[in-house]
């Protein structure tokens, strides 16, 4: 006969474990002998142990009792649904390891690969940490609406950058961002300038947003005021490509004003 620690330490299991299991009806809790101690004959260990082998292959607690008293047929047909179950466990995991590894990345979170490499490329070109990160932030909200549509717009925003004037946007706007200066920066102006020019230019070509359908200005809204939020130079930006004549400063969403401002 043994005790409750010869009992675990047979079956490779804790103590604490044996105690559990007596707790939530799992394995018969056996009378104390004359000194007080309780002793556990071979059948106990043989429970213990299936109890144990069910567990550690993942079958929940609430389940052995019922495996355990089961018939071979019906013992199989628990063990097939355990198994499904715990197929769908894993494939949840690994897609939970692979969102945890883009976190590492900071870029990739929340982003495809092919807004990645658009982010790289604005690094290469000299566009600094602050505008880069500004650039993803904006992309995040365009990619959680149209996720459909990133890959096949992206191969013209990376030849957009052989344009002169947006690669001068870029890293006039990263001086305009690193820098402490107010709303009255006359860079403002060199960089409405350039934007109202692009924004020109992708109105006569016909660049328009993802069509999916159904018209949507929500995004285009988010983005305006995300640039509002991450730095309040942005509004004197917007009124000043009001003053040109455009009605949104996003390039993929030129709107002419339908009225010359005052």
Do not use: C
């Not at 069910?54 to 198994?83: C, K, W, Y």
């Not at 690994?94 to 790289?120: C, F, H, M, N, W």
């Not at 149209?146 to 002169?164: F, N, S, V």
């Not at 102006?189 to 069509?211: C, H, N, R």
């Amino acid at each position: 006969m043994l005790t409750i620690g010869q009992l675990a330490a047979y079956a490779g299991v804790t103590v604490r474990a044996v105690r559990h299991y007596h707790q939530i009806g799992l394995l018969p809790e056996p009378q104390r002998d004359a000194s007080g101690y309780r002793r556990y004959g071979a059948m106990a260990v043989v429970s213990l142990i299936k109890i144990r082998t069910l567990a550690n292959a993942g079958v929940p607690l609430s389940q052995i009792r019922q495996m355990l008293e089961a018939d071979t047929a019906t013992f199989a047909e628990a063990v097939h649904r355990i198994d499904s179950h715990l197929h769908d466990e894993i494939e949840r995991l690994e897609t939970s390891r692979k969102q945890i590894a883009q976190l590492v990345a900071g870029d990739s979170l929340a982003l495809p690969p092919e807004v990645i490499s658009y982010l790289d490329r604005l690094r290469e070109i000299g566009v600094s940490e602050r505008m880069v990160e500004a650039e993803r932030d904006g992309w995040i909200l365009v990619a959680a609406r149209w996720p459909d549509h990133i890959r096949e717009i992206m191969p013209a925003k990376h030849a957009q950058l052989e344009d002169p004037q947006l690669v001068r946007l870029y890293r006039l706007g990263s001086e305009i961002l690193e820098s402490d200066t107010g709303d009255d920066d006359p860079r403002l102006e060199e960089l409405a300038d350039i934007m109202a020019g692009l924004a020109e230019q992708a109105y006569a070509s016909g660049e328009t947003k993802p069509d999916d359908g159904a018209h949507d200005d929500l995004p285009f809204d988010l983005l305006d005021a995300l640039a509002v939020e991450s730095d309040p130079r942005a509004q004197r930006l917007m009124h000043l490509m009001r003053e040109r004549g455009w009605a949104s400063w996003i390039r993929t969403r030129p709107e002419r004003l339908t009225q010359p401002p005052d």
